[in-house]
């Protein structure tokens, strides 16, 4: 299986503040890389698809870039509505997998 | 707007079947695929594995011998099923238009206890 690795876990930042959020992973997976984002209460909003095209309705401030084994996704001029739980998934090859997460808090 | 629903029994025996059902809305199950994923406490992921449009199936080998994907086109709902489950198959099950999870539902959460 492919593993996915996102080394932060937890991370915090002030609105107006820009963050990234890196995705490893165990091989080369081209651009077949990605985001979603989970808030409380609500469901997973797929960001970010092919590592760094935008899904309809992701406000302009998400970015993704990488390819290969390196992935970062980029939140410029951060706001308040964009806490909850990141997830990177590469859907390569099957059984598709899933990063562990990175909680963003907003300070 | 393509909207899933999960429903099933919250708790489970151990060694029992955990079965869900997920209703889609706004989409034909008939197109696309159509997948299970599930949360650990703890917070990792799963793909659990999908139907096709044409009713193939994928699954994770890590469930192979457990898993089973259904469908019932009439009804525009797609199912899991899970033989054998112990405690470790505790996690909130979400049903998602899949492979690149475009839309999700909620989410329900099942606990395997006695």
């Known amino acids: 299986d492919v593993q996915m690795t996102q080394s932060l876990s937890y991370l915090a930042a002030s609105p107006g503040e820009s963050v990234s959020i890196s995705c490893k992973a165990s091989?080369?997976?081209?651009?077949?890389l990605a985001w979603y984002q989970q808030k409380p209460g609500e469901a997973y909003k797929l960001l970010i698809y092919s590592g760094s095209t935008l899904q309809s309705g992701t406000p302009s401030r998400f970015s993704g870039s990488g390819s290969g084994t390196d992935f970062t996704l980029t939140i410029r001029s951060l706001e308040p509505e964009d806490f909850g739980l990141y997830y990177c998934q590469q859907y390569y090859e099957k059984p598709l997998t899933f990063g562990s997460g990175t909680k963003l808090e907003i300070k | 707007e393509v909207q899933l629903q999960e429903s099933g029994p919250g708790l489970v025996k151990p060694s029992q079947s955990l079965s869900l059902t997920c209703s889609v809305t706004?989409?034909?199950?008939?197109?696309?695929?159509w997948g299970w994923i599930r949360k650990f406490p703890g917070n990792k992921m799963e793909w659990m594995g999908y139907i096709s449009y044409s009713g193939s199936t994928s699954y994770n080998p890590s469930l192979k011998s457990r898993i089973s994907i259904t469908r019932d086109t009439s009804k525009n709902q797609f199912f899991l099923q899970l033989n054998s489950v112990t405690t470790e198959d505790t996690a909130t099950y979400y049903c998602a238009r899949s492979g690149v999870a475009t839309d999700w539902g909620p989410g329900t959460m099942v606990t395997v206890s006695s």
């Open positions: 706004g989409y034909s199950i008939t197109s696309n695929y």
């Open positions: 091989k080369s997976i081209s651009n077949y």
